[in-house]
């Protein structure tokens, strides 16, 4: 299927910043590991850079940027459910 390594990226960040939210019990922080996310986004993929056979790919990134952005969205949504205002 062609694409699906972005679909992965994106599963696998979405799932990153969910973990990342319950790890760190962080309420009102969401900038702190939407921020995490997009850095190990850029680390991991300037790092293949230095790996045979393997090559940095833009739209990978971008896909683990918004698999981060919507998994802190999902969080945010899910904690803020009951907040009437």
């Given at each position: 299927m062609p694409h699906l390594d972005k679909l992965v990226h994106f599963g696998l960040f979405?799932?990153?910043a969910?973990?990342?939210a319950l790890a760190l019990d962080v309420?009102?922080?969401y900038l702190v590991i939407f921020s995490l996310g997009?850095?190990?986004a850029v680390v991991t993929e300037g790092l293949q850079?230095?790996?045979p056979s393997r090559q940095t790919d833009l739209l990978d990134g971008i896909a683990d940027v918004c698999g981060?952005?919507?998994g802190m969205i999902f969080v945010y949504l899910v904690q803020n459910?009951?907040?009437k205002r």
């Open positions: 979405f799932i990153h969910l973990l990342m309420k009102k922080e997009v850095i190990l850079t230095f790996v981060t952005t919507l459910q009951g907040v």
